[in-house]
T-cell receptor, first 113, second 114 residues
């Protein structure tokens, strides 16, 4: 079962614009991570935010976390064609601290050159 | 450092057959997780291994099994294949499998069941 749901399911923007993706989850978490997947390939880790953090930056990425609303957002600024991919949030579901990360449904981002 | 290696990259099987997929984690990583990805169900957690022990298991039937060897390499097996088992199977590794570690994914094995 999915712990998280991303919104929107698909997003199409022009190169240079900002892209915002949202993730909502159901149960309390220790950490939330964002991953990127290029078509039919493995996932690549982008950023991890802990439950006691509210915002984190990495290059053109900005992630926010609101544990009271059980939601997170990923902002990609000044998007590039190479950012075209699916983006997934992942939560640990608080299971004994061991690796049982569950992924959301994903947002498919298309950046048009 | 070599990344996570999954073999084979593509596999075609028929219903009722069984299949074994292999995953070699990044050197030094002792935790290996497996995921099934389908268009309808998204990414579903199968199981996680650490030091040859299965620590967590997802909600899959007993036809799905796995193991981990002393060198941390892992295999997963699916017996009595069904059409619905067609999917991209991904494995991921991390140092000790703590949930505050990032996962490193392989490119996956695309399984088609005919």
């Amino acid at each position: 079962s999915q712990q998280g749901e991303e919104d929107p399911q698909a997003l199409s923007i022009q190169e240079g614009e900002n892209a915002t993706m949202n993730c909502s989850y159901k149960t309390s978490i220790n950490n939330l991570q964002w991953y990127r997947q290029n078509s039919g390939r493995g996932l690549v880790h982008l950023i991890l935010i802990r439950s006691n953090e509210r915002e984190k930056h990495s290059g053109r990425l900005r992630v926010t976390l609101d544990t009271s609303k059980k939601s997170s957002s990923l902002l990609i600024t000044a998007s590039r064609a190479a950012d075209t991919a699916s983006y997934f949030c992942a939560t640990d579901a608080g299971v004994r601290g061991y690796q049982k990360v569950t992924f959301g449904t994903g947002t498919k981002l298309q950046v048009i050159p | 450092k070599a990344g996570v290696t999954q073999t084979p990259r593509y596999l075609i099987k028929t219903r009722g057959q069984q299949v074994t997929l292999s995953c070699s984690p990044i050197s030094g990583h002792r935790s290996v997780s497996w995921y099934q990805q389908t268009p309808g169900q998204g990414l579903q957690f199968l199981f996680e291994y650490f030091s040859e022990t299965q620590r967590n298991k997802g909600n899959f039937p007993g036809r799905f099994s796995g193991r981990q060897f002393s060198n941390s390499r892992s295999e997963m097996n699916v017996s009595t294949l069904e059409l619905g088992d067609s999917a991209l199977y991904l494995c991921a590794s991390s140092l000790v499998g703590s949930t505050n570690e990032k996962l490193f994914f392989g490119s996956g094995t695309q399984l088609s069941v005919l």
